[in-house]
């Protein structure tokens, strides 16, 4: 029986919602209601990432009948996308959906909390944050930002990029012009590449006047609307330098401690929900584009040389190196998750890895 | 502020609660509440599927501060574990959580709920589950059976087994005595391995008899305290059998069409979240007992030959061919699973795939 039609029914008939236990009706408590605002570093309903954020705001909205409103604002809204922690901090909105290494300016150790080059894939990142000790040192690196930290979405392995030219050595990326954000962007610049940074409405146009030779964003369905294929034509894998990005939701802390204990199980429940279906969403769109991008688009899907990759690895190895040296809770968040990921490699190399090996041999199988 | 210490504060101050509307107590509804029973078809915390289904059952419990309460019942408790679902469908118990293939004698289809060998992985069936049409298909298959179904529960890729004895080629599977259920054990039986069912307690002892050569469970974390290693010395791989099990949860269509909406939104919620929990205990804690079987207990990894896994590959789309040629139901579902494992074949070779290609490679790395 639905809630509305049985308060409906009790109405007509006089009786008392207490006195219809079997019903279970619940009492209208106008007042015992509260309504968050969440700032987000996403356009509206942006593809995956705003599409995720909007899920998991209305999932608590549900789950708790409204006595937690959240009203999902898109970045600009309130304040622009990268001073959206600050908001959060100081009270002005009680939450926000982001990237954590938007916010290394302020905690570098964020930037491992978002995983890391040549890292975790989502799904091992995932085991870390549950059960290899992440989730109380995320909490510790988000202390000094004023937030509780939960994780709530990945994107998956992303793709590096797209390109105007073939590279397949070394000697290619030297002075290639690349848009490319965060650590992945000083291991290309030290491998030759000039790296520029560019938004998002503007990389189309760059790469049309051959500002630039190359743009990385994430992965097919993030970047169906953008058009990259118009201009560059070489659709390069693997994402060695996102293998598995980590969206976040930050909450202000006194405005997390004043919650009630079930209203903060409803909002840690949704978000490791939206963790599990904002990656299925990117996931799952991403195939049919994919192929779209390839057979309509005439888009080249070309693989980094071995050669260029292992050299990749070894400067990512350099400059992780560096940025732990500058800065102890990095060093705290690395080694952790590096100690963790040397386990995972061994664990997912008979595994997932192994399984993918299988199922790409050549072999007859029922036609789709 | 914790609720119980505001209530009590409240009652020495002679304030009533409705006159606070910053602290937004609560009444205490003691009528307004449910008790569900959820039948597992595993002992209770048994690691991974034990643990995953109690997690799931705290959640809910926390999440809807006790108008839902959930108790778990381990299997043999209430009913034998294949007897959950017709305990749920008849309401003697409210809910479920199990292996969607216990229920292919009912409801063949179920099998391919379960996902299938050389299916897909956990991350490309939640795509599937949540983007791909599949949450409608589930409950379709599931309509039959009186139940409402929920995701709840992924293993990852599993691995096929522990042998006594080093199988290098398609002739050594002949004659082998083999502890394997469902379509493996078909595929293998085709293949000429002699199958046989055992119950758990008794795996060990037939190792150790030679009564069988050959078990298969499910990955380290699940078979950490079964002790196969101490008689069958190869643990091979890939998991091609069981590529990524789903887990479930399921509910009696009455109970669950009588919840209110936001109830409703709780138990989703929480069966999403716990299926991101569920795989991430499998894959974190599988790390570093695989490890141990090596380090400690002298247990030797092998992989089966790309010759096995091709002839294997190519056995199991016979069976499933056969299986969805007698069961309408079962070819709608793989019909729509198989079109959306073509497209996440191409998509997964570019991103996890290629990633950990990419990331085993030779390079130096910063020593765990």
């Known amino acids: 029986m639905k809630r509305r039609s049985f308060l409906k029914g009790a109405a007509v008939a006089g009786v008392s919602a207490t006195a219809v236990a079997s019903t279970f009706p619940k009492p209208a408590l106008s007042q015992n209601k509260r309504k968050w605002r969440m700032v987000t570093t996403w356009p509206k309903n942006l593809p995956g990432l705003g599409t995720g954020a909007q899920y998991f705001a209305d999932m608590v909205t549900k789950c708790s009948d409204g006595r937690?409103?959240?009203?999902?604002?898109?970045?600009?809204?309130?304040?622009?996308?990268?001073?959206?922690?600050?908001?959060?901090?100081?009270?002005?909105?009680?939450?926000?959906?982001?990237?954590?290494?938007?916010?290394?300016?302020?905690?570098?150790?964020?930037?491992?909390?978002?995983?890391?080059?040549?890292?975790?894939?989502?799904?091992?990142?995932?085991?870390?944050?549950?059960?290899?000790?992440?989730?109380?040192?995320?909490?510790?690196?988000?202390?000094?930002?004023?937030?509780?930290?939960?994780?709530?979405?990945?994107?998956?392995?992303?793709?590096?990029?797209?390109?105007?030219?073939?590279?397949?050595?070394?000697?290619?990326?030297?002075?290639?012009?690349?848009?490319?954000?965060?650590?992945?962007?000083?291991?290309?610049?030290?491998?030759?590449?000039?790296?520029?940074?560019?938004?998002?409405?503007?990389?189309?146009?760059?790469?049309?006047a051959g500002t630039i030779d190359w743009v990385e964003w994430n992965n097919p369905y993030g970047e169906a609307s953008m058009g990259f294929w118009r201009h560059a034509k070489y659709y390069y894998t693997p994402g060695w330098h996102e293998c598995g990005t980590v969206l976040e939701t930050f909450i202000n802390r006194s405005a997390w401690d004043g919650l009630e204990d079930d209203l903060k199980a409803i909002v840690e429940a949704c978000a490791f929900a939206t963790n599990d279906v904002m990656l299925s969403e990117f996931q799952a769109r991403s195939g049919p584009i994919l192929q779209q991008f390839v057979t309509q688009h005439g888009v080249k899907i070309r693989r980094l040389s071995d050669d260029q990759l292992a050299k990749i690895g070894e400067v990512v190895g350099e400059v992780i190196t560096e940025l732990v040296a500058d800065d102890p809770m990095s060093k705290k968040v690395f080694d952790n998750m590096n100690k963790y990921r040397a386990e995972q490699i061994a664990y997912s190399s008979t595994t997932e890895e192994d399984f993918f090996r299988a199922r790409s041999l050549d072999y007859k199988w029922p036609k789709p």
Not at 143 to 160: A, D, I, M
């Open 68 to 208: 937690l409103t959240i009203q999902l604002h898109a970045s600009g809204e309130i304040v622009p996308a990268f001073e959206s922690i600050d908001a959060v901090k100081a009270g002005t909105v009680e939450m926000g959906h982001g990237a954590p290494y938007y916010w290394k300016g302020k905690a570098p150790a964020s930037q491992f909390v978002s995983n890391f080059p040549f890292g975790l894939t989502a799904q091992e990142y995932n085991g870390w944050y549950h059960f290899g000790g992440g989730a109380a040192l995320c909490d510790e690196v988000y202390e000094p930002l004023g937030c509780k930290f939960l994780v709530c979405g990945n994107t998956g392995v992303q793709h590096p990029g797209w390109s105007t030219k073939e590279v397949n050595t070394l000697e290619d990326f030297k002075g290639l012009k690349m848009r490319m954000p965060g650590i992945g962007a000083e291991v290309m610049r030290r491998l030759g590449a000039t790296v520029v940074n560019l938004p998002g409405s503007e990389v189309s146009a760059a790469l049309a």
